[in-house]
């Protein structure tokens, strides 16, 4: 599947806001190990951190094919992504 520099980003966003949940939720119940927490708790923190897990390896994978087809080193796209993600300002593009 073709991706676009674009996608990449979006991709990587969508990763970094359910990762942020999944921290803003261990923030809210404490660690998960520190104490038991009821079930609509556990559930909502491991629906979150599913989701930030299976967004966290499409935006891999994207990076991996994106490189591949781009005949561009893989890392560089990774890091690329990021700033464009982190430092939109900075105008990284692929």
Known sequence: MA??????VEKQRAADEAHARVEELRDRY???AQE?????QTDLYETAWRAWRELAR??????TEY???QGT?????EADVKKAVRHPEAGAGG
């Not at 991706?3 to 990449?8: A, G, N, Q």
């Open 73 to 77: 080193a893989r890392n560089q796209v």
């Open 67 to 69: 490189a591949k087809e």
């Open 30 to 32: 404490g660690p998960p």
């Open 3 to 8: 991706h676009t520099f674009e996608e990449l």
């Open 58 to 63: 499409d935006v891999q994978q994207a990076v």
């Open 36 to 40: 038991a927490w009821p079930a609509h």
